[in-house]
């Protein structure tokens, strides 16, 4: 069974570019939710999509989006990047039941230079 | 909010010690995941535990679930520099079903 992938692993940015970020969860799995990691705030949750519909969101700017399709894969989309935006990026897989495991994908490591 | 809070942030030990990382809050948790990462990569899931009091065993891991679902610990025995990374705990919130709250994690280095 597959993992969760991640495109692209990694990506430099110009500040004021946008980026598109791509996940693929665990074939069945019909959730999606997006973390950013970094070593000040640790893992911070962006948000997450079920059955191609944002279910939950974090307290991230609107400039921070994101989509899923019928296949279940997801994408995050940030406009107008900032410095502040390099961050390592995570997807996670899940069932999206109670209680359920969340599975990583390896992540997207975003510069913003 | 839900907030998880980890202790030790960082912890340094030689190859054979044993330790336990903590992993605390003040709210009641539906789940909680302990996940390990190493630099550069994504956590990968060690365990999931369900039921307070619950203790689950995998090699030399053993993690609790406080009886009020509200804490957890993971300890490690006779640890190996393999053990070496960040731990991270996860509270699944009874609230949403596709939300995770993450403590900060502790980075653990194991010295041969």
């Known amino acids: 069974k597959a993992g969760v992938t991640q495109t692209p692993r990694y990506l430099i940015k110009t500040r004021g570019q946008q980026v598109t970020l791509s996940c693929s969860p665990i074939s069945g799995h019909r959730s999606v939710s997006w973390y950013q990691q970094t070593p000040g705030q640790g893992l911070q949750f962006l948000f997450e999509?079920?059955?191609?519909?944002?279910?939950n969101k974090g307290n991230f700017p609107g400039r921070f989006s994101g989509r899923q399709f019928s296949n279940s894969r997801s994408e995050m989309n940030v406009s107008t990047l900032e410095l502040g935006d390099s961050a390592l990026y995570l997807c996670?897989?899940?069932?999206?039941?109670?209680?359920?495991?969340?599975?990583f994908g390896q992540g997207t490591r975003l510069t913003v230079v | 909010t839900q907030l998880l809070e980890q202790s030790p942030q960082f912890l340094s030990i030689q190859e054979g010690e044993n330790l336990t990382v903590y992993c605390n809050s003040s709210s009641v948790f539906s789940s909680l995941q302990w996940y390990r990462q190493e630099p550069g990569e994504g956590p990968v899931l060690l365990v999931t535990?369900?039921?307070?009091?619950e203790v689950k065993k995998l090699k030399r891991l053993t993690f609790q679930f406080g009886d009020a679902r509200k804490d957890s610990s993971l300890h490690i025995t006779a640890a190996q520099p393999g053990d070496t990374g960040l731990y991270l705990c996860?509270?699944?919130?009874?609230?949403?079903?596709?939300?995770?709250?993450f403590g900060d994690g502790t980075t653990l280095t194991v010295k041969p």
């Open positions: 535990v369900v039921t307070g009091g």
């Open positions: 996860a509270g699944g919130e009874n609230t949403n079903a596709g939300k995770s709250t």
């Open positions: 999509y079920f059955s191609e519909t944002q279910r």
């Open positions: 996670a897989s899940s069932t999206g039941t109670w209680n359920t495991e969340a599975f």
